[in-house]
């Protein structure tokens, strides 16, 4: 199969996710799709964590955060300046999209007047999988919640119509990739910080 097949692949399975309309999605996956609706469970679960936990749990968190924050630094200002890709509603008619809380269908009228940013990978879908699998890889089952959660937000990226399938399956790997790599990398300096303070005799 060659790049013009796989596109038009993507291109034919975008359209029927995001034509396939339910009344009850059109109210979730705003919500699921916009971070600052977790923002008041994140903060709150973090900050009873850093009481809680000790040390090394701490350090952990730490580390996810800076995950997250690396990997959403990478996807928006490396990777989409890299690959160039256009979002769905920057060349496809008929698209359901929602700006400014309205549902809206493209046209070629609005289409000439829409500025958008470059789609592959999903940012959202990259954040949400290097969560994910910095999670599971450290608090195992505990992860699954969140793993259901980034299933959701891919999905809502397509029905949205701000993405191609191939856009979140493109963060979905490079999240996992940045994910586990970043848990691989926070274990080894908390065992090299601990062979540090045994060597100060703390």
């Not at 954040?127 to 969140?146: D, K």
């Amino acid at each position: 199969m060659d790049i013009s097949s796989i596109i038009q692949l993507d291109t034919s399975l975008f359209i029927r996710i995001n034509h396939a309309r339910y009344p009850l999605l059109d109210v979730i996956f705003p919500v699921i799709s916009n971070f600052k609706f977790f923002l008041p469970v994140i903060v709150p679960f973090l900050l009873w964590r850093f009481y809680k936990g000790d040390r090394r749990e701490r350090m952990l968190w730490i580390a996810g955060i800076v995950a997250v924050g690396i990997s959403d630094l990478l996807c928006a200002r490396v990777i989409k300046e890299i690959v160039g890709r256009a979002r769905p509603y920057e060349v496809l008619d008929g698209i359901y999209l929602l700006k400014s809380s309205k549902w809206l269908v493209t046209d070629p009228v609005f289409r000439s007047h829409i500025s958008g940013t470059l789609a592959w990978p999903s940012c959202h879908a990259t954040n949400m999988w290097t969560a994910a699998s910095y999670l599971t890889a450290w608090w195992r089952w505990r992860g699954v919640p969140v793993i259901v959660l980034a299933m959701l937000v891919c999905w809502s990226r397509i029905y949205l119509g701000v993405h191609y399938p191939l856009d979140v399956a493109g963060g979905t790997v490079t999240g996992i990739i940045l994910g586990l790599a970043a848990w691989k990398a926070a274990i080894s300096f908390i065992s090299f910080y601990k062979c540090r303070l045994v060597e100060k005799g703390k």
